[in-house]
């Protein structure tokens, strides 16, 4: 293998680089074994027409070595991601923890992240990720009729009884796993029915729930509404962030707040403490100004993506020609991390803010959302507004009083769950069949009352 030293990285550099960073690598670029319907990052096969996909030994070894020495903080984190990482068998991730080892420093902890679909995991795999400690973002949009929809191999067939195999055996081996699960046309009604598939039939303690927000111009949408898989006959496109409509899988920008209230609902009353959902932890630690996700921080760009070739982009969502930095053959990871184009990047986020989201009474909160969403004027025409908006801001209004609750009982250094107590006493002041709370408008007894 070819063991050349990383490029110079100056001193100064590294006075002014960030101590850490989260990195995706994606080994086999965005070649999945399945198609699912929504996932736009089949599509960036494009950017490399006539490659094979596949991270090659000496650009494994230059990553690992560079993220090792980038780090100030004694935690790394190794992520791999895709497409679907498990296409690259097991071999070449028992070769990256030989690595790891190799150049980690005396005083680094490497912690590892591995997002699947779950279809090839079988007990080889899950011996391998329990014995290196892994953390596995499993793929599942929910109950069968849902994740069905639109996750989907090769031949149009849903995948749940495949996933379904992967999960039992990660249950069977005791790997640590998440649930990574998108919000779309499909699910978005059924935030509960979902929550309580993955809390009481999957047995998870950790939910992210992401939207599935799919851009498309008046000229592009009837060919992405197909899909983002080649189709004989029908042009290719390569997803970017651009144009003000979205696709008919989209989840609407309301209904996402609707979809994370109805599971909030739930879980307060239910599993604060016990189960963690991504957001609500955020959120949580947002009131203390501690910013633990790039989407609702001020600024971002501490999120690059890796391709399997060394191309380094600003971000995951952003890969495409206009957001590449670089790549780690030639310029350290560090020095492109810490460069003025990607801290401009970042700081765009916070200083392209419409007026609408600078009076917002939950902007400590929200921050804006991703800038990826921002493509549709505010209530007084400002373009580059948030299209999830009225969600969020439901999200956040409507959670924000039990939130403070949770965060005054950290503060005299009582538990968060007993949080419970507080909406059990505000519940038995409720009649039966008053509204729920949610704002479903259904009977509170026939909702989350039942």
């Given at each position: 293998m070819d063991s050349k030293p990383s490029p110079p990285l100056s001193e100064s550099v590294r006075a002014h680089s960030p101590p850490r960073f989260h990195l995706l690598a994606k080994p086999s670029g965005s070649?999945?074994?399945?198609?699912?319907t929504y996932c736009f990052f089949l599509s960036k096969e494009a950017l490399y027409p006539d490659d094979a996909s596949r991270m090659p030994l000496d650009t494994l070894e230059a990553y690992i070595r560079q993220l090792l020495e980038s780090h100030r903080t004694p935690t790394v984190t190794v992520a791999w991601q895709g497409g679907e990482p498990t296409l690259?068998?097991?071999?070449?991730?028992?070769?990256?923890?030989e690595l790891v080892n190799r150049?980690?420093?005396?005083?680094?902890?490497?912690?590892?992240?591995?997002?699947?679909?779950?279809?090839?995991?079988?007990?080889?795999w899950c011996a391998f990720l329990k014995e290196h400690g892994f953390l596995v973002g499993l793929s599942v949009d929910g109950p069968q009729e849902l994740h069905d929809t639109y996750r989907v191999n090769k031949g149009g067939q849903g995948t749940f009884a495949q996933v379904m195999r992967g999960w039992e055996h990660l249950r069977k081996h005791e790997v640590d796993f998440n649930v990574l699960c998108t919000v779309n046309a499909a699910n978005q009604h059924h935030g509960r029915k979902v929550y309580r598939f993955f809390r009481d039939r999957l047995q998870a303690k950790w939910m992210q729930f992401i939207p599935i927000v799919e851009r498309a111009t008046r000229e592009?949408?009837?060919i992405a509404n197909l899909g983002w898989a080649p189709r004989e006959g029908a042009p290719r496109l390569l997803y970017t962030q651009t144009g003000s409509l979205v696709t008919e899988r989209s989840v609407g920008g309301d209904q996402y707040g609707r979809f994370l209230v109805d599971v909030?609902?739930?879980?307060?009353?239910?599993?604060?403490?016990?189960?963690?959902?991504?957001?609500?932890?955020?959120?949580?630690?947002?009131?203390?100004?501690?910013?633990?996700?790039?989407?609702?921080?001020?600024?971002?760009?501490?999120?690059?993506?890796l391709e399997h070739n060394g191309d380094l982009y600003s971000c995951d969502h952003f890969v495409e020609p206009d957001y590449l930095l670089g790549n780690i053959h030639d310029t350290h990871m560090l020095e492109m991390v810490a460069s003025q184009r990607q801290r401009r990047f970042g700081d765009d986020k916070r200083d392209t803010l419409t007026r609408q989201c600078r009076a917002c009474d939950v902007r400590m909160l929200c921050n804006g959302g991703c800038p990826k969403d921002r493509f549709v004027p505010s209530r007084d025409g400002e373009p580059?507004?948030?299209?999830?908006?009225?969600?969020?801001?439901?999200?956040f209004d409507h959670v924000r009083p039990t939130m403070i609750v949770m965060a005054n009982l950290v503060q005299r250094g009582r538990p968060a769950s007993e949080v419970r107590d507080y909406v059990a006493a505000d519940d038995a002041k409720r009649g039966r069949s008053d509204p729920c709370p949610c704002g479903s408008g259904e009977k509170f007894k026939r909702c989350h009352g039942a």
């Open positions: 070649t999945c074994n399945l198609d699912c690259m068998g097991l071999p070449f991730f028992r070769r990256s923890v150049y980690r420093r005396p005083d680094q902890q490497v912690e590892y992240t591995f997002q699947t679909n779950g279809v090839l995991l079988d007990n080889a592009t949408l009837p909030y609902e739930e879980w307060i009353r239910r599993d604060v403490g016990t189960i963690h959902v991504q957001l609500f932890d955020v959120t949580l630690h947002a009131l203390f100004g501690e910013h633990l996700l790039c989407i609702h921080a001020p600024t971002c760009g501490y999120g690059p993506a580059r507004h948030n299209y999830l908006c009225e969600g969020l801001y439901r999200f």
